[in-house]
């Protein structure tokens, strides 16, 4: 599978081509040699032929939705219909990048409620197996009876301890 990058590059590289007025298909057919990625490789092949055989570019390209979104094909049809295919691209890439950046930020935003949920859980965990039994066996030894809250923490670590 293609990555963002791959993507963003290939994006980049086209409008740049259109933009000193290389024609689309030769563009394609040079960017198509440049690239690393078989299936990204694969689907612009399809999309080249289809393209040769009479095809619009957003047509061919909405062909392979694993790599190319609905906003992309979008953005493409208007680049078509507006001449302007070179400025539409250069935007696209722009847009792509900054949503791969928000989308990283999101992603390390959450890695820390994540790891002190973890921690918690191995907390509570080793509270439940190890420092609960010693007082429920303390408690046991006193004959009195327990509060209620007390008494479903002792009976829950039991469970967890046993089951788990």
């Not at 570019?57 to 680049?79: K, T």
């Not at 409620?113 to 066996?137: K, Q």
């Amino acid at each position: 599978m293609p990555t963002t990058k791959d993507v963003i590059v290939f994006t980049k590289q086209l409008a740049t081509m259109l933009s000193s007025g290389v024609e689309l298909i030769k563009s394609i057919e040079i960017l198509l040699r440049q690239q690393k990625s078989k299936e990204m490789r694969k689907s612009l092949y399809q999309c080249l032929k289809k393209i040769e055989s009479g095809s619009k570019l957003a047509e061919a390209f909405a062909e392979h939705p694993h790599i190319f979104d609905d906003l992309y094909i979008a953005m493409l049809e208007a680049g078509e219909k507006s001449g302007k295919l070179d400025h539409i691209l250069s935007r696209l890439v722009v847009y792509i990048e900054k949503s791969e950046k928000i989308k990283g930020q999101v992603k390390s935003a959450m890695a820390y409620p994540l790891g002190v949920l973890v921690l918690s859980f191995i907390v509570v965990s080793g509270l439940m197996v190890y420092v609960v039994p010693t007082f429920a066996e303390q408690y046991s030894d006193s004959g009195r009876a327990l509060p209620f809250l007390t008494q479903v923490v002792m009976d829950f670590s039991t469970y967890f301890s046993t089951y788990w």
